[in-house]
């Protein structure tokens, strides 16, 4: 599982390399929804490497900025500023909801909602969430007694926190982490395709030795891992 780190904290066992990634995501976006598709065939493509990987939701005041203009919507109406914060907030809390029944299954939830919303344009609200939920066979009454519960609120203020933490900007971002470099990561934001996840793992292998050509990537920064790892 994934946790702060502390100071007894089991250390990871250096003979095998384990990736680490966290992909920061808008839960009802059409950039975010393709990264995730990206991301996840790179992965399956990667089997000959051990990833653990989590798709997290997140999002501020910039980012919805940031969504706002991405849709060529007026960021300074109020009143639709409050509406895309609050579905994008409900939308988190029901992935956060769907990822109680199994996390592959939370993640299908996610695809399928934002593929509602941005392949098939629908307005946000319980019907939609019902029949994405049917279609991630998802037990839909326990779905919605979970997205109302404190647990899964206090679940969705973690994430923010982590995202805080790694000084999440834009979504999507992509996070890197390997055991062999623990102190540092990769970051890649906003345009993250399956070639630019090959290159950053690849360099992942000799950081020290090669951040320098990787961070040539105007769209790639290194940040700190101190507070972060994987306890078995």
Do not use: W
Request: glycine content about 4%; hydrophobic content about 35%.
């Amino acid at each position: 599982m994934y946790r702060q780190q502390k100071k007894n904290a089991t250390p990871i066992s250096s003979s095998q390399q384990i990736y680490e990634l966290y992909l920061f995501v808008n839960p009802i976006g059409l950039k975010c929804y393709r990264t995730e598709q990206e991301v996840l065939r790179f992965i399956e493509d990667r089997e000959d490497i051990k990833i653990h990987f989590r798709f997290i939701t997140f999002h501020n005041f910039n980012t919805v900025t940031q969504y706002m203009k991405r849709l060529n919507l007026p960021p300074n109406n109020l009143q639709l500023r409050n509406q895309m914060y609050h579905s994008i907030y409900d939308a988190s809390l029901a992935y956060k909801a769907a990822l109680m029944q199994g996390k592959k299954r939370g993640r299908n939830f996610l695809l399928l909602l934002q593929k509602e919303l941005t392949t098939n344009p629908r307005e946000y609200g319980n019907d939609l969430l019902r029949e994405v939920a049917i279609d991630a066979r998802l037990d839909v009454e326990m779905f919605f007694e979970d997205k109302k519960s404190g647990f899964v609120k206090s679940s969705y203020e973690a994430d923010q926190h982590i995202a805080q933490e790694m000084n999440i900007q834009c979504n999507p971002s992509l996070v890197i982490f390997d055991n062999y470099n623990q102190q540092y990561g990769v970051l890649l934001e906003d345009t993250i395709t399956y070639d630019l996840i090959e290159e950053a793992f690849n360099h992942s292998d000799a950081l020290s030795k090669s951040k320098d050509l990787l961070l040539m990537n105007e769209n790639v920064r290194m940040i700190g891992k101190e507070y972060l790892r994987v306890i078995k």
